[in-house]
């Protein structure tokens, strides 16, 4: 592999939504797309901000500010995940609102693109103030949802209970009860079985079948995951049982590494016990930095954007980096990898088994007929496979492209042609 020095010293600063239309005007320039449909597809359809009063327990009033954008409806629904952060912007909102268009679309599952947030560290907030923020927020944008409209889902800071409250807020208001209002719910109430970790088990899959690809054995392989929630603990404990060998394993506060490997079930995810990671007991403690450059087989990040940068991409020591959050990979540190040959696995393949099974509980939703934990783990792995498989023929068919750029190949392709034949209107 051969590395070429960055020509700058820093990346520019880059928006979510900067990222992604960059990495669509890449992808156009592979494929006979109409260059006005990749100009619409540069900006959002809509984007909804809303303020949102909440009383905190004190019984004192703070307004909350939310956005939910809304890219592309051609294939279907808006579709994505709702966050509650401190670092949420409605640009934030409008590139991850993107990247569900393509990923929606790279898995051919019949929706559109959409993402949402709330500017709050719900570390801050009581059970109490977060439900109350949570059913205003409903409430706000109840408009512009609905199970045939846009469909929010879990994303970071939110979970099945906050689902819960968003569905029975938007029920109550419309008075009838309904399920396909959001995906991720608790399986009492029309959530699936298998949602929770669908996005780190579609990791693992992907990452087994990359590692085929280029011929590697997942049992000879070495793994670093930054992050250990929901997506990382659960691909962590996916390669584990496939035969990898997980080294290293982060969560915010810190890394643990083990070289002959970790006990994965028995590190407690950040959900399980926030903090336990960086306080398990194993032989080294680095810091979540430290980890992206450890010298193993494959690291994955899988927690927050925007960490493989120009700073840290000539450092990277993995073969192979699969991404399992959300945009953890700047333009700049994109280029670098391409230019050391280093394959990025990228999120809108990798990280999608967290909305195929949103869809698939969606359906379990509207035929009001649940499916059992087996059904919907086969399902989710034929549904990869295919998307593979489409990605993978990409890559072979077209010269000289990354595999995110084979990734949006087959997204684009799909969406553009939905947006000619739907054609513009009136
Ligand atoms: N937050 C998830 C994602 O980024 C959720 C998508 C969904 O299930 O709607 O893919």
């Known amino acids: ?26 992808a156009a320039s592979h494929i006979d797309v109409d260059p006005g449909v990749v100009e619409r597809l540069k900006h959002p359809k809509s984007v909804h901000q809303v303020s949102i009063p909440v009383e905190r327990d004190s019984g004192e ?11 592309d409806s051609a294939r279907g629904p808006f579709k994505g995940g709702l966050r509650y952060h401190p670092g949420v912007t409605q640009e934030e909102c409008v590139g991850l609102s993107m990247w569900m268009t393509w990923k929606c679309a790279v898995m051919d599952i019949p929706f559109g693109g959409g993402k949402g947030g709330v500017v709050a560290d719900p570390k801050g907030l009581s059970e109490k103030e977060n439900e ?19 469909i929010p889902a879990p994303d970071m800071g939110t979970n099945a209970q906050t689902m819960a409250w968003f569905m029975d807020a938007y029920s109550m208001q419309e008075g009838e009860s309904h399920p396909g209002v959001v995906t991720g719910k608790p399986p009492v109430i029309g959530g699936s079985y298998g949602r929770e970790e669908a996005p780190g088990r579609s990791t693992a899959i992907i990452t087994r079948e990359a590692l085929d690809y280029y011929g590697k054995d997942v049992e000879e392989t070495t793994v670093a ?6 997506v990382g603990a659960n691909a962590a404990r996916l390669l584990d049982e496939l035969g990898a060998n997980v080294v290293a394993v982060a969560d915010v506060e810190g890394a643990i590494r083990d070289p002959d490997g970790l006990d994965t079930r028995d590190v407690l995810s950040h959900e399980e016990e926030p903090g336990m990671v960086s ?11 430290d980890l992206l450059e450890l010298d193993v087989d494959v690291v994955i990040p899988a927690a927050i954007g925007n960490v493989l940068t120009v700073d ?11 991404e399992g959050a959300n945009g953890p990979t700047t333009t700049r540190a994109d280029e670098i990898f391409a230019e050391r040959e280093i394959p990025v696995i990228p999120d809108i393949l990798a990280n999608a088994g967290g909305v195929t099974v ?20 086969e399902e989710l792995e034929d549904e990869m496979l295919s998307a593979w498989n489409d990605v993978r023929g990409a890559y072979n068919a077209y010269d000289d492209v990354t595999w995110r750029e084979a990734a949006y190949i087959v997204g684009l392709t799909r969406v553009a042609k939905a947006h000619e034949v739907r054609g513009l209107w009136p």
């Open 1 to 26: 592999m051969t590395t070429t020095a960055p020509t700058e010293t820093e990346d520019p600063p880059e928006t979510a939504a900067e990222i992604a239309r960059h990495q669509l005007d890449r």
């Open 61 to 71: 009033m703070e307004i909350f500010t939310g956005y939910r954008a809304h890219h």
């Open 132 to 150: 109350r923020l949570t059913r205003r927020l409903a409430e706000e944008l109840r408009d512009v949802i609905g199970p045939m409209r846009d």
């Open 225 to 230: 995951i930054q992050g250990f929630g929901s």
């Open 279 to 289: 306080g398990y007991d194993a032989p080294d403690n680095l810091s979540n930095a």
């Open 312 to 322: 840290n991409a000539d450092n990277i020591q993995a073969d192979f980096i699969v």
């Open 358 to 377: 949103s869809y698939f509980e969606w359906l379990q939703d509207i035929n009001r007929r649940a499916w059992t934990l087996e059904e919907v783990n």
